[in-house]
T-cell receptor, first 112, second 112 residues
């Protein structure tokens, strides 16, 4: 079955690093995604990682994938107040038209 | 092309009424997806189309929900005999196969 889990809340100070964690269950997922959602808005694709990679870096974002443990993390370096939002990880089901299964989201609060 | 467009942005309806939402995908994308997001949760997959063919609809929440994509371009999602539990954000996304989605800003439905 598909189940993606995330912690509910993370609070950091501006300038610190944030690490948001996610566990997933579908080992056949070829891609795993991180989306950002600001209040009242749709979902913005932040980054993704292919399942045969361990790490991907994109400016302030670093994604780590531990496929053995089915654990995904998103690190945001030098976190800014504009990074305050809800972050969702998602796994893709390649057998169902690339349907995405989302976690419940982690609310990141950045304090000045 | 400015991305995925959803209309209306907000809809308030009385219980028992029918509602229809529209999604205009990115024109080159042949896949179109509908998701529902309730407060405090991640998006939940409803259905998807490849061109005009609806390839997965078993996750539509009940037989009151239906979707169409008559010419393989825009899509509509209809909810008949709305209930208060249908209140949610309805998100549309489009993509090429094996590429990441682009989400629209969503239609927020409130059933009173």
């Amino acid at each position: 079955g598909e189940d993606v889990e995330q912690s509910l809340f993370l609070s950091v100070r501006e300038g610190d690093s944030s690490v948001i964690n996610c566990t997933y269950t579908d080992s056949s997922s070829t891609y795993l995604y991180w989306y950002k959602q600001e209040p009242g808005a749709g979902l913005q694709l932040l980054t993704y990682i292919f399942s045969n990679m361990d790490m991907k870096q994109d400016q302030r974002l670093t994604v780590l994938l531990n496929k053995k443990d089915k654990h995904l993390s998103l690190r945001i370096a030098d976190t800014q107040t504009g990074d305050s939002a809800i972050y969702f990880c998602a796994e893709v089901n390649n057998n169902a038209g690339n349907m995405l299964t989302f976690g419940g989201g982690t609310r990141l609060m950045v304090k000045p | 092309d400015t991305g995925v467009s959803q209309n209306p942005r907000h809809k308030i309806t009385k219980r028992g009424q029918n509602v229809t939402f529209r999604c205009d995908p990115i024109s080159e994308h042949n896949r179109l997806y509908w998701y529902r997001q309730t407060l405090g949760q991640g998006p939940e997959f409803l259905t998807y189309f490849q061109n005009e063919a609806q390839l997965e609809k078993s996750r539509l929440l009940s037989d009151r929900f239906s979707a169409e994509r008559p010419k393989g371009s825009f899509s509509t999602l209809e909810i008949q005999r709305t209930e208060q539990g249908d209140s949610a954000m309805y998100l549309c996304a489009s993509s090429f196969p094996n590429y990441g989605y682009t989400f629209g800003s969503g239609t927020r439905l409130t059933v009173v």
